[in-house]
């Protein structure tokens, strides 16, 4: 296929737009359009302002979705860098900057709080309810978990992840499995225990006789070679092109007829408006202070020290106080003294 047919969009946008191709209300408004009157009474408005409703729809439940992955990366985000206590914070932030994906040699909870308190320092963090994805690591059900920071590669891999676990919550296999498109393309296997978000989106560009052209999928095992949130400028865009093995593809088709194909999927899809970035968020900001665990004995030298220091500087100023009011009490009798009684010694006319 020709360069010149392919359209190249962000993968989130592509990745938040598929889900809301299948989301209820596009769904129920698409079967609406798409459905001729049995009757005459069944008077619907016309198509175009059911299409341009459809527009605005199909905006606002992708936005939508982009606002929810944003949240859900914060937090994330957020859980993780709480991990470490204050003092280890301020070093990671110093060194290597407030973005926590950049935090080289960050593996986990820093030791200067025992294990058994490390769960009420991390902020509430609920792990994506599914099972394990494939090729993506194995994520707890639905209970809150400690978040592990070498668990996903970039910001990418962690919305792809967290996308499939969103597919859960809609109704995928039933969609996936009554397609409402003729299109006579052969539409891939999914498995039945689990659908990855770019399952999802290889069912949706199919409706339109499309492919998506990602990179190599060994792309994922490139992370031990190469640092935490260093792949991102790489991986952040597809390519959307008509199916390859589409047979009325062939030499003879025209280039406008190729083009109509990936447009069509281009405006159902909205894929020309502007969406909000899911990763242009601010970064993490140092949490409040907490207050030290006085039970653990490597924070009580810290406390006990702490303590001696305030004692020994108000007595300090307590004994400043005892010093000092003498010497002004005197001064203030002479003072006054010396205003009535005018010694000769300190007269000078």
């Known amino acids: ?9 962000s993968r989130s946008t592509l990745l938040h737009a598929s889900l809301a191709y299948i989301s209820p209300e596009v769904q129920a408004l698409d079967e609406i359009i798409y459905t001729v009157p049995t009757s005459a009474s ?61 935090w080289d040699h960050f593996s986990g909870a820093c030791e200067c709080v025992p294990p058994g308190d ?27 978990s400690i978040p592990n920071p070498r668990q996903f590669v970039d910001r990418q891999h962690w919305l792809e992840t967290h996308l499939s676990c969103q597919t859960a919550t809609l109704p995928v296999k039933q969609i996936l499995r009554h397609p409402r498109s003729n299109s006579s393309v052969a539409r891939p296997a999914t498995s039945s225990s689990s ?25 994922l095992q490139a992370f031990q070679y190469v640092g935490r949130g260093q792949m991102s400028s790489n991986r952040d865009s597809v390519q959307i092109i008509p199916v390859q093995h589409h ?4 030499n003879t088709l025209l280039d406008n007829q ?44 810290r406390f006990t020290s702490n303590a001696a220091n305030g004692l020994l500087c108000a007595l300090a100023g307590f004994m400043g106080i005892c010093l000092s009011l003498p010497l ?18 300190l007269r000078i006319f």
Not at 328 to 345: D, E, G, N, W
């Open 1 to 9: 296929m020709s360069p010149t047919h392919a359209m190249s969009v």
């Open 195 to 219: 659908i990855d978000v770019w399952d999802v989106v290889d069912f949706v560009l199919h409706d339109f006789d499309c492919e998506v052209v990602r990179g190599p999928p060994d792309v």
């Open 42 to 102: 069944q008077r619907l408005p016309p198509t175009e302002i059911l299409l341009l409703i459809r527009d605005h729809l199909f905006e606002r439940i992708t936005i939508q979705l982009i606002e929810q992955s944003k949240v859900a990366l914060e937090t994330y985000e957020r859980s993780v860098a709480e991990l470490l206590c204050s003092d280890c914070i301020t070093y990671y932030l110093d060194i290597y900057g407030p973005d926590v994906w950049q």
């Open 328 to 345: 002004v009490l005197a001064t203030a009798f002479i003072t006054v003294f010396c205003f009535y009684a005018k010694p000769r010694s």
């Open 247 to 250: 047979p009325d593809l062939d």
């Open 118 to 144: 490390r769960d009420s320092r991390t902020t509430a963090y609920k792990s994506p309810k599914c099972h394990n994805l494939d090729h993506r690591s194995k994520l707890v059900q639905g209970r809150t």
């Open 258 to 301: 190729v083009q109509l194909i990936t447009r069509r999927a281009w405006h159902s899809l909205s894929l020309s408006l502007q969406y909000p970035d899911p990763f242009s968020m601010p970064k993490y900001l140092a949490p409040q202070s907490r207050r030290p665990n006085v039970s653990d004995p490597r924070n009580r030298s």
